[in-house]
Antibody, heavy 123, light 108 residues
Framework: EVQLVESGGGFIQPGGSLRLSCAASGFTVGNKYMSWVRQAPGKGPEWVSVVYIDDTTYYADSVKGRFTISRDNSKNTLYLQMNSLRAEDTAVYHC?????????????????WGPGTLVTVSS | EIVLTQSPATLSLSPGERATLSCRASQSVSSYLAWYQQKPGQAPRLLIYDASNRATGVPARFSGSGSGTDFTLTISSLEPEDFAVYYCQQRSSWPPLTFGGGTKVEIK
């Protein structure tokens, strides 16, 4: 069974840094397209970043240059390093594995989301 | 960036009724559109991908249609567990992936 569990969220002042972790089980993160998606309180989802199987990464403009997605295959864990945090980064952060049908995988369709970890940026 | 506009914001229906949700894109996304369901306190769940394909395990009462800029999610007969918020999402021109603002399906 696929399971994703995020951790590392918390309360942080503007300008601070946090590293989020996403522990995976039931599959190997290194073999899948993995994304981070966030959801501000009462709002819809906002895509943050994706890492491809070949380690190519993409970021939303709002986080480019401040956030870094990475993974440790030996720990089967996905990470999101977040620097220079702003109030508008306040959200629940979910990791997600890309959807795979019987014949194809779709890096742009996050599926099997974890429950998320709350990041609150405030002074 | 492609903007997705969902309507209505809230849909009040009774169990057993048919639900029709709309998603309109600011420019053509071909068939590269997905629908997600989110229940309170839970993460979103992928229902439909590439406009009309049901994801694994999704009941047949959920169907998607449309192409270009206009898309529809139909729930043929609402079950109690279907009352939730639904989001559309495009992958035509990415990054970034973009989501719509959501439609809440509530019990009338």
């Amino acid at each position: 069974e696929v399971q994703l569990v995020e951790s590392g969220g918390g309360f942080i002042q503007p300008g601070g840094s946090l590293r989020l972790s996403c522990a995976a089980s039931g599959f190997t993160v290194g073999n899948k397209y993995m994304s981070w998606v966030r959801q501000a309180p009462g709002k819809g989802p906002e895509w943050v970043s994706v890492v491809y199987i070949d380690d190519t990464t993409y970021y939303a403009d709002s986080v480019k240059g401040r956030f870094t997605i990475s993974r440790d295959n030996s720990k089967n864990t996905l990470y999101l390093q977040m620097n220079s945090l702003r109030a508008e980064d306040t959200a629940v952060y979910h990791c997600a594995k890309a959807y795979c049908s019987s014949s194809n995988c779709y890096p742009a369709y996050p599926d099997s989301w974890g429950p998320g970890t709350l990041v609150t940026v405030s002074s | 960036e492609i903007v997705l506009t969902q309507s209505p914001a809230t849909l009040s229906l009774s169990p057993g009724e048919r639900a029709t949700l709309s998603c309109r894109a600011s420019q053509s996304v071909s068939s590269y559109l997905a629908w997600y369901q989110q229940k309170p306190g839970q993460a979103p769940r992928l229902l439909i991908y590439d406009a009309s394909n049901r994801a694994t395990g999704v009941p047949a009462r959920f169907s998607g249609s449309g192409s270009g800029t206009d898309f529809t999610l139909t729930i043929s007969s609402l079950e109690p567990e279907d009352f939730a918020v639904y989001y559309c999402q495009q992958r035509s021109s990415w990054p970034p992936l973009t989501f719509g603002g959501g439609t809440k399906v509530e019990i009338k």
